[in-house]
């Protein structure tokens, strides 16, 4: 008799070799990645980025602002004015590193951090956010969304909203075997990753890839560089900051992957930490 496990693994392979399932012609698996600001897609799961693109998946970026009210480097390494555009060839730069498939970005405004680091979403329009994100679903097609988790990673209230609308967003969607992934971040305070993850992941072989997707975002390093000395308790460069391990915690469908394939999970399996097979 064949095992649960089994079935799942081999329903899998299928998948991901011949095309999804609802698709009538070979295609290779297609991911729509969803992320607030430009350096979020490489500081949170950028080695597993480039390891799914190294096994041929097709990666599309989409990114909500420009991070126009993100820092600008000590010393500044351009004015406010110009930090858009800065940042904009910044994500260009890591994609590339990366190797995802398009880049585009749906032109909202970062709102610039408060004078005590408060933090700000780029919109209160969650239902105009949503229509947007419907139409780039529609035009990407993804097997396989991956977005900001339910708390915002650290509580971003820019993720926050990224992560609520691309849920409604999905469940309008009449696709019903879309898969979805967020980040699982490790908490410095509590040394605890949320959300609980399905998978942590060994990015070894492409922690340079990372690496190097971090060094495009000059204007954000010296950022980086504090945050990690503050963590360590030393000063650091910004390969010491590169963890090996990255986490992610599978969102969506919320029942078990028996009842609806999940063409990701056999790949982030193969590189997974734990032999746990999420549920």
């Known amino acids: ?14 998948v991901v070799t011949f095309g999804f399932m609802n698709e009538n012609q070979t295609s290779p698996l297609r991911i729509l990645a969803f992320f607030a600001h430009p350096d979020d897609e490489s500081v ?4 597993t980025f480039a390891y799914l693109a190294d096994q041929g998946m097709e990666i599309h970026f989409i990114c909500a602002t420009r991070g126009e009210g993100g820092e600008m480097g000590d010393p500044p390494i351009c004015t406010r004015e110009d930090l858009g555009s800065v940042r904009e060839k910044e994500l260009w730069c890591a994609v590339n590193e990366l190797s995802g498939k398009t880049v585009k970005f749906l032109d909202y405004q970062d709102p610039v951090v408060g004078s005590e680091g408060e933090l700000y979403s780029y919109t209160e329009d969650i239902n105009g956010l949503i229509e947007v994100l419907q139409a780039e679903i529609n035009r990407v097609n993804p097997h396989v969304v991956i977005t900001h988790g339910p708390g915002g990673e650290y509580g971003h209230p820019a993720h926050i909203k990224s992560h609520e609308a691309m849920m409604r967003a999905l469940s309008q969607d009449i696709n019903i075997n879309r898969v979805m992934y967020a980040p699982s971040w490790l908490s410095r305070e509590t040394g605890e990753f949320t959300p609980e993850p399905s998978f942590v992941v060994d990015i070894t072989p492409w922690k340079n890839k990372k690496t190097q997707a971090i060094n495009c975002y000059k204007s954000q390093h010296d950022m980086f560089l504090r945050h990690g000395t503050s963590r360590v308790g030393k000063p650091v460069t910004i390969p010491e900051i590169i963890r090996p391990l990255e986490a992610l915690s599978r969102i969506l469908p919320v029942d078990s992957f028996e009842n609806q394939p999940d063409p990701l999970g056999m790949i982030l399996e193969k590189i997974s930490k734990s032999e746990k097979i999420p549920s």
């Open 44 to 47: 949170f799961l950028g080695g």
């Open 1 to 14: 008799m064949v095992s649960s496990k089994s079935s799942y693994i081999l329903l899998t392979e299928l």
